[in-house]
């Protein structure tokens, strides 16, 4: 029996609408170097639509093409997050911090017709832009004077001055909702970036999970913070999931540095925020340093690798800033599990679940496969690969490359973990990272964990390096706090009394900062590079 319901489609044009209108007193702040600038949903809207008759009438943009963007976090790139989709074209998000053969690949890989760039990148793009195959316009935001890109041979034109004089409204396309709406590439550690290409339905169906209690909780009467960048993994979606729910948006653009951060927290009174580990513990340092407070910060979701649960002991006991631990990929829109404890459990209880990666949500199923790749359990205990799917879990990548990541209708994340009866995750390792020593692994997350909860260590990352007998041992790459010190010994010695006495690191190594990809994880490949290259000064125990 077919159902009698109605088949709107879901997607982003219907989000525009519904944000511009329901909600227009929203609003978008951007941190510029003279404070915030702002802008209403409702303006917002508009200039959407001003955008999409500029790519429509003047750039020539037609069908499926795509529209990419070289952009900081700012209401420019939301409006091109609204306008692309909505006139039926799709959405690029390129990754500002990625190698510039890598930015040129995926760039010619997605066959990117125009790009938008902020003023301030223009030094950036220009060492690339040649290399951009298929791109005819290039659309400077803001002010940057353009000369640097000329020598690519692509028309240049500014973002006010496409949108001045167009109409206000735009008569948006039907659409069909499992359409292609938006592409973000994996920020690929190995090999070739992927593409993976969202499609309208997905995002719709991710911004309602994305907002819901269980996990960011988002309504009318937030200010969202969102650090994370709008060309990894879609801000978290974030953005989308801000506009369905009314919740207002905090942009830094490219005011990144602790400093700049807190200042445009307690200027925006933001009482929401989302960012990667590394950024907070930025922030906790400079808070600790200069004594400055972040009142209105309630709680912040972290994600994208793991988050040591010192750092959110730290930030609720000295600032009442709750961390919600979160898990995700680009594969996954990227939400894929929110850490918030079961109802009723405190104390003790409550934080075994919260520094989890989290529970999953009922649009995303997960299993995991053992070693020989048959399921295992979910029962707290049986350690595998996590496979997930879902209505916003990737069923491919763009033009069905690295066919093996899917089996069956799953995704195969690549981490490693265990999965509780009553869902919630957590990660041992990503499967190239775990220590393979003797027969047994050893987690690097749970080792690095231990280590940046001691009080003289800013940061640490732990790698398997080759060993003669046991095949691979964990080499410790330790920063220490400012001004404080502390020995391999020692640090083993303390290490001692909290894992297995075969997990010990022997290696260690001091570091200035561990080295980070371009979405600010900790790059153990380059730690295992300098390491395999001699560079390291290695202490063995
Ligand atoms: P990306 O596609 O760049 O967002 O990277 C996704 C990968 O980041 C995942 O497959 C995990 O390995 C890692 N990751 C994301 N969130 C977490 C987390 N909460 N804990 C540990 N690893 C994480």
């Known amino acids: ?88 074209a799709v959405l ?15 760039a010619n890989h997605a066959e990117d017709k125009v790009v938008l760039v902020d003023g301030s990148l223009i030094p950036l793009l220009a060492r690339v832009l040649p290399g951009f195959e298929t791109v005819e316009h290039v659309v400077v935001v803001g002010a940057g004077d353009p000369a640097p890109l000329e020598a690519a041979g692509k028309q240049i034109h500014r973002y006010e001055d496409l949108l001045a004089g167009k109409p206000t409204t735009y008569d948006w396309p039907e659409f069909v909702e499992t359409d292609a709406a938006a592409m973000c590439y994996t920020s690929g550690t190995t090999g070739n970036p ?66 700049a951060l807190v200042r445009a927290i307690n200027e925006a009174k933001a009482d929401f925020a989302g960012a990667v580990p590394t950024i907070w513990a930025d922030v906790l340092n400079h808070l600790d340093a200069t004594g400055e407070k972040i009142p209105t910060l309630q709680r912040a979701v972290v994600g994208g690798s793991a988050v040591p649960p010192a750092l959110m002991q730290a930030f609720e006991e000295r600032y009442g800033m709750r961390i919600i631990h979160a898990w995700g990929m680009t594969e996954t829109s990227p939400l894929g599990c929110v850490s918030q404890p079961p109802a009723g459990t405190e104390g003790e209880l409550a934080w075994s679940y919260r520094v989890t990666q989290g529970r999953f949500p009922a649009g995303v199923q997960a299993r995991l496969a053992g070693p020989d790749g048959s399921i295992v359990p979910n029962d707290g205990e049986a350690v595998g690969e996590l496979e997930v799917r879902g209505p916003w879990i990737a ?54 964990n231990h280590l940046m909860a ?50 010990l690191p022997e290696r260690w190594t001091f570091l200035a900062s561990v080295p980070k990809t371009s979405v600010g994880k900790f790059d153990k490949k380059e730690v295992r590079r300098a390491y395999a290259a001699g560079e390291l000064e290695v202490t063995v125990l």
Do not use: C
Not at 61 to 86: C, K
Not at 208 to 220: D, H, I, Y
Not at 410 to 437: A, C, H, M, N, Q
């Open 194 to 259: 992927k593409g993976v290409v969202y499609s309208h339905r997905s995002i719709y169906l991710h911004s309602m999970q994305v907002a819901m209690p269980q996990s960011f909780q988002l309504t009318e009467a937030n200010q969202v913070l969102t650090i994370v960048p709008m060309f990894h993994a879609m801000a978290w979606g974030i953005p989308y999931a801000a506009l369905m729910s009314g919740a207002s948006l905090v942009m830094p653009d490219r005011f990144l540095q602790a400093p």
């Open 395 to 448: 069923a491919s990548y763009y033009r069905g490359e690295d066919p093996e990541r899917f089996r069956d209708g799953w995704l195969r994340t690549g981490d490693v973990g265990t999965i509780t009866p009553d869902g919630f995750l957590t990660l041992t390792d990503r499967e190239k990272d775990v220590i393979k020593s003797g027969g047994e692994w050893i987690s690097s997350v749970e080792l690095e």
């Open 92 to 106: 690029h998000t390129l990754n500002i911090r990625l190698y510039p053969d890598q930015v040129t690949y995926i």
């Open 1 to 88: 029996m077919r159902s009698t319901m109605q088949e709107t489609p879901l997607g982003i044009p219907t989000l525009l609408r519904f944000a511009s209108t329901v909600y227009s007193g929203s609003q978008v702040h951007t941190v510029t170097a003279d404070g915030l600038r702002t802008a209403s949903f409702a303006e917002v809207g508009a200039r959407t639509a001003q955008l999409a008759h500029a790519l429509h009438d003047d750039l020539g943009i037609r069908g499926d093409q795509r529209v990419a963007t070289f952009m900081w976090n700012n209401q420019e790139h939301l409006e091109a997050y609204f306008a692309v989709p909505s006139m039926g």
């Open 454 to 503: 001691h009080p003289a260590v800013a940061e640490a990352t732990v790698v398997g390096v080759p060993d003669p007998r046991w095949q691979e041992r964990p080499l410790a790459a330790v920063v220490l706090r400012e001004g404080a010190g502390a020995t391999p010994e020692e640090l083993r010695e303390y290490l001692s009394g909290l894992i297995p006495k075969w997990q």
